[in-house]
T-cell receptor
Framework: QKEVEQNSGPLSVPEGAIASLNCTYS??????FFWYRQYSGKSPELIMF????GDKEDGRFTAQLNKASQYVSLLIRDSQPSDSATYLC?????????FGAGTTVTVRA | GAVVSQHPSWVICKSGTSVKIECRSL??????MFWYRQFPKQSLMLMAT?????????EQGVEKDKFLINHASLTLSTLTVTSAHPEDSSFYIC????????????FGPGTRLTVT
């Protein structure tokens, strides 16, 4: 069983809408969760990390963590064409990051 | 802060030759560096973890004699792909973690390797 699961998409949203990305993980003991954005041909860049249950907001991004249900989500509000990218969910296990396959988001102008 | 560089950004080599990729942490000391490989349309797969001054720890299925990793200083790790073959063509990305922020990894820009 893959450790981190994401819907591969693509997820297409109109400009200004909310993009909702989901991620589930298998290790109930996982403590730290990360969302990365990766543009085509580039390396990932960290958007947010979350450790505690609940919501964490940073600008137009909100990460939500529910450890009981073992899922973490990312909301992108007021989506812009520049948000078109692949979003990777990652879970840390010890000192290693385990990545999901990524969800490709396309924001339509 | 937390800048990681990689060199070269892209390289083309002939089958059977070796290629060295450098990963440097520019403004912090990286006690641990990670090497990932990413094939098209796939996610990052961890290849190995290297700690300064010690042997690298390779993930299952990664040939340590083919992918040589050296982490000689707190700011430099190298990955050498030996006897490269076309199936080694991929996007190689390093990341670095500092001792007090090991849970946060800073990624280099990646190296695109094409083996002809």
């Amino acid at each position: 069983q893959k450790e981190v699961e994401q819907n591969s998409g693509p997820l297409s949203v109109p400009e200004g809408a909310i993009a909702s990305l989901n991620c589930t993980y298998s290790d109930r003991g996982s403590q730290s969760f990360f969302w990365y954005r990766q543009y085509s041909g580039k390396s990932p860049e960290l958007i947010m990390f979350i450790y505690s249950n609940g919501d964490k907001e940073d600008g137009r991004f909100t990460a939500q963590l529910n450890k009981a249900s073992q899922y973490v989500s990312l909301l992108i509000r007021d989506s812009q064409p520049s948000d078109s990218a692949t979003y990777l969910c990652a879970v840390i296990e010890g000192y290693k990051l385990s990545f999901g396959a990524g969800t490709t988001v396309t924001v339509r102008a | 802060g937390a800048v990681v560089s990689q060199h070269p950004s892209w390289v083309i080599c002939k089958s059977g030759t070796s290629v060295k990729i450098e990963c440097r942490s520019l403004d912090f000391q990286a006690t641990t560096m990670f090497w990932y490989r990413q094939f098209p349309k796939q996610s990052l797969m961890l290849m190995a973890t290297s700690n300064e001054g010690s042997k690298a720890t390779y993930e299952q299925g990664v040939e340590k004699d083919k992918f040589l990793i050296n982490h000689a200083s707190l700011t430099l790790s190298t990955l050498t792909v030996t006897s490269a073959h076309p199936e080694d063509s991929s996007f190689y990305i390093c990341s670095a973690g500092a001792r007090d922020t090991l849970s946060e990894q800073y990624f280099g820009p990646g190296t695109r390797l094409t083996v002809t």
